[in-house]
């Protein structure tokens, strides 16, 4: 399996644009570093970590938590593992370190983590052998014209498609610190050409507006697909493939 790419688009937010087009700042691929690199102000760290074997739930939580803190140790220079708390709607985050934001994601034996500094964000990752009721889903959580636009793909990109918009959806919820509880119609998804999302067509008031957003979509691996999102000025975006010791 291949976990050495990072595929980027930018969402424009023009609702007449159909297709995606490159973000000017996106890069190519994982790099594999042996000495972490600074996290610039005008910087995201896109970490994927895959664990290998057949881990269980618990073990993925754990090897999680445990390079997540080992990023935060160095990103904030500390000699200890900093306390990490939960938002109301269970966003982690460090009480002690408030200009140092981070989130994660996992699918499986696949990790995203994502940092930067003084921007919340958000990310997620899904995997697109999955068995789903794609129609009833779509219409029961998507808005009324996402679900149409799924309807009108051909039916072998409809589940890749309706993936990335829940991922990018997913992502926006848990960059502002909302649940699924939020409602994901209330983050509504242009499909481009392909199935691919094109684009942010309208928020709910507490998300702010749409032109203010920033959505990096991502092939992280074979089989999966993934979103990163924050309410900013566009950022460097660096990835990197994690070592599950580093």
């Known amino acids: 399996m291949s976990v050495d790419r990072l595929w980027v688009t930018d969402l424009t937010v023009n609702r007449n644009v159909r297709d995606t087009r490159p973000?000017?700042?996106?890069?190519?691929?994982?790099?594999?570093?042996?000495?972490?690199?600074?996290?610039?102000?005008?910087?995201?760290?896109?970490?994927?970590?895959?664990?290998?074997?057949?881990?269980?739930?618990?073990?993925?939580?754990?090897?999680?938590?445990?390079?997540?803190?080992?990023?935060?140790?160095?990103?904030?220079?500390?000699?200890?593992?900093?306390?990490?708390?939960?938002?109301?709607?269970?966003?982690?985050?460090?009480?002690?370190?408030?200009?140092?934001?981070?989130?994660?994601?996992?699918?499986?034996d696949h990790v995203l983590v994502a940092f930067a500094r003084g921007q919340p964000l958000g990310v997620d990752i899904e995997r697109i052998d999955r068995k789903l009721a794609l129609e009833d889903l779509a219409r029961r959580f998507f808005a009324a014209e996402e679900a149409d636009a799924l309807d009108r793909i051909d039916v072998a990109e409809r589940l890749p498609a309706f993936l990335r918009i829940w991922t990018c959806k997913e992502a926006v919820l848990k960059a502002i610190g909302q649940g699924l509880s939020f409602g994901l119609d209330r983050v509504v998804v242009t499909l481009g050409t392909g199935g691919v999302p094109a684009g942010l067509r309208h928020l709910a008031d507490e998300a702010g507006v749409p032109e203010d957003w920033q959505i990096a979509l991502m092939e992280p691996a074979d089989g999966f697909v993934g979103a990163l999102a924050w309410n900013g000025t566009p950022r460097r975006i660096r990835a990197f493939l994690a070592d599950i010791d580093a």
Request: no cysteine; proline share 12%; net charge negative.
């Open 23 to 108: 973000l000017p700042l996106a890069i190519g691929r994982f790099e594999r570093v042996t000495d972490v690199p600074p996290l610039a102000d005008d910087e995201i760290h896109v970490w994927l970590l895959v664990i290998p074997g057949t881990p269980a739930p618990r073990e993925v939580t754990a090897a999680s938590r445990a390079f997540l803190e080992r990023k935060l140790m160095h990103y904030a220079k500390l000699d200890r593992v900093p306390e990490i708390a939960r938002g109301e709607h269970g966003k982690p985050y460090a009480p002690a370190l408030p200009d140092l934001d981070f989130n994660l994601s996992h699918a499986r």
